[in-house]
């Protein structure tokens, strides 16, 4: 079985621009949670969306956006990038209860310039 | 709100010594408590869970206890090897419909020959 996919794996970006990054789940899963990790705050939870509905968001700025498609790939975007923003971040995926395990992928590493 | 405590790190051991991280947690509801391990240049992998308590997670020689009395769930290992060489993640959801992970900062493991 396949695991849990980051696309791209390494991103450089200049502040302004804006940026959408990729994460294809483990077949089967639906509920797809967004982390950011960084080695000042560690990691955050970002949202997680099931069956293309936003479930839970955290305590991040309207910058930060996401979506899940029919196929439970979700995108997330962030517009008009910081510094701050440069981390790692990554994607976890499960079926639908929290008491089940949540595989993550590698992760997709954002350098702002 | 919801936290977890982990112990500061870098923790720095010989092979076949034993290891404790210890973790605490602060939550309203009863809470499922994980320990991820991040290897250098990947993503988090679940290492064991506890959802409820008394119950003791285990894997790969590693162990940890829910204790709901003081509200701990300390990770042990008898005998550390090189490979275990990581980063360790204390964390919880705390139930409901939600799938968002709460981490600690986690602790770095050096394991020296």
């Known amino acids: 079985k396949a695991g849990v996919t980051q696309t791209p794996r390494y991103l450089i970006k200049t502040r302004g621009q804006q940026v959408t990054l990729s994460c294809s789940p483990i077949s089967g899963h639906r509920s797809v949670s967004w982390y950011q990790q960084t080695p000042g705050q560690g990691l955050q939870f970002l949202f997680e969306?099931?069956?293309?509905?936003?479930?839970n968001k955290g305590n991040f700025p309207g910058r930060f956006s996401g979506r899940q498609f029919s196929n439970s790939r979700s995108e997330m975007n962030v517009s008009t990038l910081e510094l701050g923003d440069s981390a790692l971040y990554l994607c976890?995926?499960?079926?639908?209860?929290?008491?089940?395990?949540?595989?993550f992928g590698p992760g997709t590493r954002l350098t702002v310039l | 709100g919801d936290s977890v405590t982990q112990m500061e790190g870098p923790v720095t051991l010989s092979e076949e010594a034993f290891l404790t991280i210890n973790c605490t947690y602060t939550a309203t509801g009863y809470p499922s408590l994980f320990w991820y391990v991040q290897y250098p240049g990947e993503g988090l992998q679940l290492l064991l869970k506890?959802?409820?308590?008394?119950d003791k997670g285990s894997n790969k020689g590693f162990e940890a206890t829910y204790r709901k009395e003081t509200t701990s769930f300390h990770l042990e290992k008898g005998s550390v090897q090189v490979s275990d060489s990581a980063v360790y993640f204390c964390?919880?959801?705390?139930?409901?419909?939600?799938?968002?992970?709460?981490f600690g900062t986690g602790t770095l493991l050096a394991v020296q020959p």
């Open positions: 969306y099931f069956s293309e509905t936003q479930r």
């Open positions: 506890a959802t409820k308590a008394d």
């Open positions: 964390a919880l959801i705390d139930g409901g419909a939600t799938n968002k992970l709460i």
């Open positions: 976890a995926s499960s079926t639908l209860t929290s008491k089940d395990e949540q595989f």
